[in-house]
T-cell receptor, first 112, second 110 residues
Framework: NAGVTQTPKFQVLKTGQSMTLQCAQDMNHEYMSWYRQDPGMGLRLIHYSVGAGITDQGEVPNGYNVSRSTTEDFPLRLLSAAPSQTSVYFC???????????FGPGTRLLVL | GEDVEQSLFLSVREGDSSVINCTYTDSSSTYLYWYKQEPGAGLQLLTYIFSNMDMKQDQRLTVLLNKKDKHLSLRIADTQTGDSAIYFCALSGGYQKVTFGTGTKLQVIP
């Protein structure tokens, strides 16, 4: 099993550009989440999904969209990138609400 | 909302014990976790404790929970250079209610 994979590993965007961060898991997990990690702030939940076709907002959802058309994939879209979205983004999955979350290796995003 | 605080940095000598502390404000969490993040990598679950427990030991790791003081700690015995990483505590009252601490960077001096 590859676990949780994320692409790209690193991306540079200009303000106003759009892009999609990809996340995939091969563990048949129902629950998937996107977090951003900023210095001194730990991880903050952006969006999460409890199954295909079901998504909900986390703590910091503004500026991000998600969809969950399959169990395996949970892409995160930035429609119009802003410098405040410069961060490291982690995708995670788990098999249940109280189960261990497995994290991907992260995507480092720089918005100029 | 939940506030979870950690000291930013800890430095120990190889072979000594490390104690990483975490304080929180909301006592309704069911699970309390410790994650390890190595440079350039995602978070890896080290251990967790249920809120109805006071202590959990797992090889070199000991987790202590003081619910009265809302204090969680992770002790690493015989700290090795491979233990150098950032350690996050996290509290969960449900999937969408996981709150992570700010992280403690552990530096192990050979």
């Amino acid at each position: 099993n590859a676990g949780v994979t994320q692409t790209p590993k690193f991306q540079v965007l200009k303000t106003g550009q759009s892009m999609t961060l990809q996340c995939a898991q091969d563990m048949n997990h129902e629950y998937m989440s996107w977090y951003r990690q900023d210095p001194g702030m730990g991880l903050r939940l952006i969006h999460y999904s409890v199954g295909a076709g079901i998504t909900d907002q986390g703590e910091v959802p503004n500026g991000y969209n998600v969809s969950r058309s399959t169990t395996e994939d949970f892409p995160l879209r930035l429609l119009s990138a802003a410098p405040s979205q410069t961060s490291v983004y982690f995708c995670a999955s788990s098999s249940g609400t109280q189960e261990t979350q497995y994290f991907g290796p992260g995507t480092r995003l720089l918005v100029l | 909302g939940e506030d979870v605080e950690q000291s930013l940095f800890l430095s120990v000598r190889e072979g000594d014990s490390s104690v990483i502390n975490c304080t929180y404000t909301d006592s309704s969490s069911t699970y309390l976790y410790w994650y390890k993040q190595e440079p350039g990598a995602g978070l890896q679950l080290l251990t967790y404790i249920f809120s109805n427990m006071d202590m959990k030991q797992d090889q070199r790791l000991t987790v202590l929970l003081n619910k009265k003081d809302k204090h969680l700690s992770l002790r690493i015995a015989d700290t090795q250079t491979g233990d150098s990483a950032i350690y996050f505590c996290a509290l969960s009252g449900g999937y969408q209610k996981v709150t992570f601490g700010t992280g403690t960077k552990l530096q192990v001096i050979p």
